[in-house]
């Protein structure tokens, strides 16, 4: 798609829901949903939450322990931090394929592209679909 920069700009002032994605379970990987209040829908397997400039939380920290009483529920932590914030800018790094997503609150979602395959999944309201090897 010539003008992706174009659609994820129509994801801007959209709020957003987090859901889990029922798949075999990958290291390193937190296979997530997130649901656009105007339609669009994104699967993703790797991403990178940050707030204020400083990481939260990444999907390869997801049910790992580091020495903590309990796993790390990252997915879970997602849902949380993004509930009731809209998206502010959205676009493409068209050299890697990763997605961007600023929030309000200074929160920032980084949907990664890890390989040359389909590890994204991004479904507009019109049921149009880009994959993370769009550039390939």
Partial sequence: MPNLNHFLSKLESNAVQVSDLEVPPVFGAAPVQIAFDRGARLKA???RLL????????SFDHQQIYGLPKPIDAIDELRKTLGKKTITH??????????RFQFDENVRLQIFNVS???VW???FPDGTSEYSNYNK
Avoid: F
């Avoid at 959205?90 to 997605?99: C, K, Q, Y």
């Fill in 90 to 99: 959205a676009e493409i790094d068209r050299e890697t394929g990763d997605l």
């Fill in 51 to 58: 707030k204020d400039g400083k990481v939260v939380v990444s």
């Fill in 121 to 123: 999944e991004l479904t």
């Fill in 116 to 118: 040359c395959y389909e």
């Fill in 45 to 47: 397997n790797y991403w």
